[in-house]
């Protein structure tokens, strides 16, 4: 798609998370074409870019699924509704022209759309980096584990001490060489029953240390990723041997952009009505970016919302069109 080029459609999707992916299917559901944009260079949002192997409990009809089969899943289902995805595009600026709205994307692209829907999540989100060895990024040092075989029988370390970490940890133990886990502190933000579990499958946990380095296999430390150098709390240094190291040091998130779009925003959330309707004619919110009282922060959630934003914004297209189109087994 050249940077010049504008996409037209129905229905505009500004984040490609679960509640954004199930908005497209329900918008062809309801005749919609629809555009989808994220910063990301994939789909899934959060549990692509953060724990794709992580089991998730509490999506209905699913006793456990797996993070990355839940996305598969969304997008086989979204792929009925045919959506545009304008991925790896941070959405910019928002206009609206003879009651169109018109989003430029940072590439150049122009969305004209009748609505929006904006299921952000918690917006575009930064991995905290990690202090000393942030010039090895890509090259052995990562922030998060897409694929856990990329990382087959290497020697792993994970540096943090909250439930990602513990779960990167124990994710990757049965196929890499070795794993541990390294935390600054004594004390770990993770949850007590996550870390007892990495301690009962023995997974060796290093506490009070602070990475001074990551060293390659050359002699001047060059080459590809060899070893992690640690300085303990009291004074001694330790050596372990590392073909990858998990940065899994949390992230800062914002909005961006979309803070200057005429939303009513606290706390980094979208305050919408019970239509999912914004303060801002055609603009609507789902999922975990939008609030209001009594608001519960689910996968779950976010689907039902999304439901509700995409019939109302029917209706908003369309007058003439019914708010409840009828269940879809009997179409």
Partial sequence: MSASETVSVDLVIVGAGPTGLYAAYYAGFRGLSTAVVDSLPETGGQITAMYPEKMIYDVAGFP??????LVKGLVEQAAQADPTYLLGRKADTLTTVDDELELSLDD????????????????????RPLPSGQEWLGQGL?????????????????V???????????A?????ASVTLVHRRAKF?????????????????ITDAEVTALRGSGPD??????QVDLEIRDGRRMTLPAQAVVAALGFTADL???ENWGLRIERRSIEVDTTMATARDRVYAAGDVAAYPGKVKLIATGFGEAATAVNNIAVALDPKAKLFPGHSSDA
């Fill in 172 to 176: 990757l133990r049965p196929i890499a």
């Fill in 256 to 258: 961006g952009p979309i």
């Fill in 64 to 69: 456990a699924v797996r993070g990355r089969d």
């Fill in 221 to 226: 430390g060059t080459g590809a990723l060899a």
């Fill in 160 to 170: 943090g001490g909250g439930d990602s970490a513990f779960d990167w940890a124990l």
């Fill in 189 to 205: 933000r993770a949850a007590e029953s996550i870390v007892k579990q990495a301690r009962d499958e023995g997974i060796p946990i």
């Fill in 108 to 127: 150049g692209v122009l969305v004209r759309a009748g609505a929006m829907l904006i299921t952000a999540g918690i917006g575009e989100f930064t991995p």
């Fill in 142 to 158: 990562v922030h998060f584990v897409p694929a856990l075989d990329a990382h087959a029988g290497q020697d792993v370390v994970v």
